[in-house]
Every structure is written in structure tokens, then in C-alpha cells.
């Protein structure tokens, strides 16, 4: 049986019924010549999916009907990451992968070396979580990240709870990740904070290390912003003791 094609609605009706879908799926149902009578999945950000058939499809208006909708369990542990800021296209590649990796919440941090400088722009953190949720009717995953920010990386890791395992991902740190094994990481959160394309600097580093993050390295490679990301998250949730939803 093929896959059911993913449709992101904001509130999706725990009971069911007609949905009318938000514009971005109606365009998604467009590009991907879907007609009436076809059974999709339909998501929202809080974790809720439904099957649903299109009973109306328009230029401007698309309908569905939906079965009640399922919850999906946000159980085992949470991975946070702490991005100082790169450039805005790599931010938007972080952003799609770690969503379809299963990434919790991105903190967007200003640091000494950040280049841009990414205010409170609301139509720039919309256009991030869209891509997130198109990340998510790609992936299957049930949630796309909570996205926070952006601040001051004083800021960023003065919220981490004293619970959770804190890392510095630091290119002139000596020490490694554990070895990845079965609950090398028991934690309900981890956190983690990847520095811009310039590094943290000697006295965020020495910050970081007074708030409790660990410094840690990936190895005698510096690997860029965006590449970092992807190997921290996929490495960090290997060493999760519960397997991610």
C-alpha cells in the first residue's frame, strides 16, 4: 500500500469531521495532483495525525473529512539544540534535518562570531517553522521542533533545566563523546550547543563551562555549521537511552 501523502493543519479537531485545509496544503495538494476521494494524513504541531479524504478541492479552497484524530506519544527523551546563528540558507537546511531527524527544540543563539544578526522578525521565524513542518510531512515526523529565539547564548543556555546533560560542541576541546552504547545517556533532556562558522570564542567557551556544558569534541575535522548540526543530533540520539517517537 503506497504512503499517505502528509497535510499540515494548525488544529487539527481531536473528534474528526470536515477540515478545511490552511493555504501552504492547498498549494502542497496542487503540486502533487491529488484529487477528490484520495486519502491523506493530516498533522498538526502538536502531535495529533488523522487520516482524511478530500471530498472538495478548488483553486483557493480545499476541504477533507477526518477520522478522530490519534495522539502521538511525546515519550522517551527530549534533544535540544543551541545553534549560533550561520547564514540564513544554512539555517533553513538545520532547521529541515534535524526536524526529520527528531530534534525537540532549536534555540537560536547570537554569539561573538555570528555573522548575521537575526532579530525577532516574525515573517523569518515563520518561514522557519513552515519549513519545518514541511520537513515533517516528508519525514513522518509527528512534531516539528519548537523554535526559540532568537537571544543572547547567555540567555539560551541559562534556560537548560539543572536535569539535563549539557555538551559544547567545541572545535580545541580534548574530550570525546562517549562510546555509543544502549543508555549512555539516561537524562530526560540533553542539551546541546553548536557554535557559528567562526567558533565559540575562548570566553564563551569558558562560559559554557561554567553554566555546566561540557566541552566536547567531534575530532581533528572542523566541520561547518550546518554539517555539525546533522552529525550532533544523529550522534546524540544514538546515545539516547529511549528510542525517539
Known amino acids: ?14 473528534a474528526g469531521g470536515t477540515v478545511t485545509l490552511p493555504r501552504e496544503s492547498v498549494e502542497h495538494v496542487h503540486v502533487l495532483r491529488l484529487a477528490c476521494g484520495a486519502e491523506v494524513e493530516l498533522f498538526d504541531a502538536h502531535g495529533r495525525v488523522a487520516v482524511a479524504a478530500l471530498t ?21 527523551q527530549a534533544l535540544t539544540l543551541v545553534v549560533c546563528l550561520p547564514k540564513a540558507a544554512q539555517l533553513e537546511s538545520i532547521v529541515r534535518m534535524a526536524t526529520e531527524l527528531g530534534v525537540a527544540t532549536i534555540h537560536l543563539a547570537s554569539s561573538e562570531r555570528s555573522v548575521p544578526k537575526l532579530a525577532a522578525d516574525g515573517q523569518k521565524l515563520e518561514r522557519l517553522r513552515r519549513i519545518a513542518r514541511e520537513a515533517c510531512a516528508q519525514s513522518g515526523a509527528a512534531r516539528p521542533p519548537v523554535l526559540v529565539g532568537p537571544s543572547a547564548l547567555a540567555a539560551c543556555i541559562s534556560a537548560a533545566p539543572v536535569t539535563a546533560r549539557k555538551l559544547a560542541f567545541w572545535e580545541r576541546a580534548s574530550q570525546p563523546l562517549p562510546a555509543a552504547a544502549s543508555g549512555a545517556f539516561a537524562e530526560p533532556e540533553v542539551w546541546a550547543v553548536i557554535g557559528p562558522e567562526g567558533g565559540l570564542s575562548d570566553a564563551e567557551a569558558a562560559q559554557l563551562e561554567a553554566a555546566g556544558f561540557a566541552l566536547t569534541t567531534l575530532g581533528a575535522h572542523i566541520l561547518r555549521a550546518e554539517t555539525a ?7 546524540l540520539l544514538d546515545r539516547m537511552r529511549v528510542p525517539r517517537a
Open 56 to 76: 472538495q478541492i478548488g483553486r483557493d479552497r480545499v476541504e477533507c473529512t477526518a477520522e478522530p484524530a490519534q495522539v502521538a506519544s511525546a515519550g522517551g
Open 1 to 14: 500500500m503506497a504512503r499517505r501523502r502528509r497535510l499540515y493543519v494548525p488544529d487539527l479537531p481531536l
Open 229 to 235: 548540526c546533522v552529525v550532533i543530533a544523529a550522534l
